[in-house]
């Protein structure tokens, strides 16, 4: 569950692209929304109940509305499909308040942005908020084609038409050499940051580590993964709270959002597959086996943080900042 839910509106719906729609929504109550940065996402309730979450993709500094896109994708458990099919101008609907794992690096040099299909949306934002700062920046758009681009019609107007470079129809076995050409004048103190499918951002970043440092390299991912197994995970293990020394048994069929609820222990969640961030608790001590996919490496590395709804314990007991 997640607190800090609020009721909006939709405002307008516009076709992006084939099978992408954008949301314009304001609030109920008539107030402006709380300032973001560029990179935020939100979870969004359709009317079929399921919570997802999707990406701000519009001015970060325009507090009267948000607006987010939705890709309406063939395996929809009923997400994307309820808000392309039962969402109108003046629908209510529940959103979150926004969380960033995707944040531009205040002191790059240059910002490298590199989107494909719907995974544009928080570039959007980024670009947005690169343009007003005056930054150097470019925004790489890959597509199937320019029907299933995105936002083209702001993207090639002022001010974000000098910034973008658009590939269409990269086959698969092209997407090394066109990767390594956005790549190639990166300069030394630039952040590259991409979005998009997974094998997409995963082409992305082996370019991108063949000139700059990890720490660098920034993406978003939205659909979980099927988690790497690890012989060093334990079977249980104890989960403390810091403040109390109240300690709870984490067993092999039990998460530890599930076993601190089991004690009146309530961590807010969304995504419950690690993709989100909700759920992160501060590490106190122990190693985490970190199972999630939106913890940066410097983050995993630290073992400072833990996303409890997948991720378990390296060591017999994890005190958490609780
Ligand atoms: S609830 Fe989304 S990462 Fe845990």
Redesign the pocket.
Known sequence: MQAHILKVRVDALREEAHGVRSFSISRLDGLPFERYEAGAHIDVTSPSGIVRQYSLCGDPECLESQIFAVKKEDASRGGSRSLHEEVMVGTELSVGAPRNLFKLEEDASEHILIGAGIGITPLLSMAYQLVKRQARFTLHYFARSEAHAAFMNLLTRAPFDQHIKVHFGVQREHLEDALDTCLREANANAHVYTCGPAPFMDAVVESAQKRLPADAIHLERFKAEPAPSNDTQLDTFDVQLASSGQTVRVDTKTSIVEALASIGIEVD????????????IDVVSGEPEHR?H?LSKAERASNSVI????SRSKSPVLVLDL
């Open positions: 969640t969304s995504c419950g597959e690690g993709v989100c961030g909700t759920c992160m999630d939106c996303c409890c709804c997948v």
